[in-house]
């Protein structure tokens, strides 16, 4: 992997691939870059990509205090690394980031965002404070298994779920990254659209969620078309696109399709 340093000295580890215009993707939570590497690898036919791991993940660095200002400071060091601009795609959490990112005024071409995880739902900003502060408890006192297991039950995961999380393969490499969790609750904020913020976005910005989701889906997932429609509104120039039949972790091949023809008008 290649590496730019950012603002305040941080390394941050990144994949380049293709030719073309400059598109950096941005993952969401619990993610070090390795989700979006298939989107990448399809992307790379059309755009010069920049696939990265958020500060405190994979092979980047990571510099305390955190700030959502830090990791928006890690999007500029790779958009100057690119040539000085890019498009920029933001996934879940990573969505949130991008979204601040507009509205700090970096040097973005177009942006689209994907079920980014805010919710409008009556009871959210009281579960959402009681999440973020139970996760700065056991974070402080380094009990990564009770933080990922506390995004667990805020995304209704059932006991049985977490039980077979906790003796899955793939746990000890979630709990390396578990302290990420606060950084993505930051970049949520009130875990609320930020209408404030999202007025200074001038760019064109896609909007896209999957679904249509079944009623029985987990109540956060239900909420994710409620709070794209708020988003959009919030934006100036703002679309809104539903991809058909995909789920919170969208089809590669789909999402290229959607992306090319936007980044590209």
Same mark, same amino acid.
């Given at each position: 992997?290649?590496?730019?340093?950012?603002?305040?000295?941080?390394?941050?580890?990144? =994949? &380049?691939?293709?030719?073309?215009?400059?598109?950096?993707?941005?993952?969401g939570?619990?993610?070090?870059g390795?989700?979006?590497?298939?989107?990448?690898?399809?992307?790379?036919?059309h755009?010069?990509?920049?696939?990265?791991?958020?500060?405190?993940?994979?092979?980047?660095?990571?510099?305390?205090?955190?700030?959502?200002e830090?990791?928006? =400071?890690?999007?500029?060091?790779?958009?100057?690394?690119?040539?000085?601009?890019?498009?920029?795609?933001?996934?879940s959490?990573g969505?949130?980031?991008?979204?601040?990112?507009?509205?700090?005024?970096?040097a973005?071409d177009?942006?689209?965002?994907?079920e980014?995880?805010?919710?409008?739902?009556?009871?959210?900003?009281?579960?959402?404070?009681?999440?973020?502060?139970?996760?700065?408890?056991?974070?402080?006192?380094?009990?990564?298994?009770?933080?990922?297991?506390?995004?667990?039950?805020?995304?209704?995961?059932?006991?049985?779920?977490?039980?077979g999380? &906790?003796?899955?393969?793939?746990?000890?490499?979630?709990?390396?990254?578990?302290?990420?969790?606060?950084?993505?609750?930051?970049?949520?904020?009130?875990?609320?659209?930020?209408?404030?913020?999202?007025?200074?976005?001038?760019?064109?910005?896609?909007?896209?969620?999957?679904?249509?989701?079944?009623?029985?889906?987990?109540s956060?997932v239900?909420?994710?078309?409620?709070?794209?429609?708020?988003?959009?509104?919030?934006?100036?120039?703002?679309?809104?696109?539903?991809?058909?039949?995909q789920?919170?972790?969208?089809?590669?091949?789909?999402?290229?399709?959607?992306?090319?023809?936007?980044?590209t008008?």
């Open positions: 992997m290649d590496r730019v340093t950012s603002k305040d000295g941080t390394s941050i580890a990144y =994949e &380049r691939q293709g030719g073309g215009p400059a598109v950096v993707l941005v993952g939570g619990l993610d070090d390795a989700e979006n590497a298939p989107l990448a690898a399809e992307l790379a036919a755009f010069t990509v920049y696939n990265y791991a958020r500060r405190g993940r994979g092979d980047s660095g990571d510099t305390p205090p955190y700030a959502v830090r990791e928006i =400071e890690d999007i500029e060091a790779l958009i100057d690394e690119a040539g000085g601009s890019a498009h920029l795609y933001g996934v959490t969505g949130a980031l991008v979204l601040e990112a507009a509205a700090a005024g970096i973005i177009r942006l689209a965002v994907y980014v995880p805010y919710s409008m739902a009556d009871d959210w900003p009281q579960r959402w404070r009681e999440y973020v502060e139970e996760l700065g408890a056991v974070l402080a006192e380094g009990r990564r298994g009770d933080a990922l297991e506390l995004f667990m039950r805020l995304a209704d995961s059932s006991e049985e779920d977490i039980a999380a &906790r003796n899955s393969p793939y746990w000890p490499g979630l709990e390396a990254i578990a302290h990420t969790l606060a950084y993505d609750a930051a970049c949520l904020g009130d875990g609320q659209p930020p209408a404030a913020r999202l007025a200074r976005i001038t760019q064109p910005t896609l909007v896209a969620t999957g679904g249509p989701y079944p009623p029985g889906a987990a956060w239900l909420a994710l078309d409620q709070a794209a429609e708020a988003i959009a509104a919030g934006i100036p120039h703002a679309e809104r696109r539903t991809l058909e039949g789920g919170h972790v969208a089809d590669p091949k789909v999402v290229v399709s959607v992306l090319e023809r936007f980044f008008q």
